[in-house]
């Protein structure tokens, strides 16, 4: 299983279109899951932090292959995978993160 998170630095003035966009998601999310699955993405996380004055997002990523699912995500043809890739142009700046630890419980509490 692979594991991965980015840092993403959005262009100033952005966070009305990231509220857009987390709604659309929200509202369409048998079909954002329906892509996840075409990904083989078990998980995918998005967080919102603001740092000295800018605004960023954080993605998070769990999946049987994060190349295959990038890939994959490129290729799509799901309607929702557009909104994403329109999304994606109040990005000013994509920061990888280097997993250090990760840890998983698989016995239920």
């Not at 800018?54 to 049987?64: G, I, V």
């Amino acid at each position: 299983m692979d594991v991965g998170a980015v840092l993403i630095k959005l262009k100033a003035n952005s966070m009305a279109d990231v509220e857009v966009w987390q709604r659309e998601i929200q509202q369409r999310k048998a079909e954002a899951i329906q892509t996840l699955q075409a990904e083989g993405v078990t998980v995918e996380s998005w967080f919102q932090l603001e740092l000295n004055g800018d605004d960023y997002l954080l993605a998070y990523m769990r999946a049987k292959d994060i190349a295959h699912a990038q890939q994959v995500a490129r290729n799509s043809a799901f309607e929702i995978d557009q909104v994403h890739r329109q999304f994606k142009q109040h990005w000013a700046q994509v920061i990888p993160a280097q997993l250090l630890v990760d840890l998983e419980n698989n016995e239920q509490c």
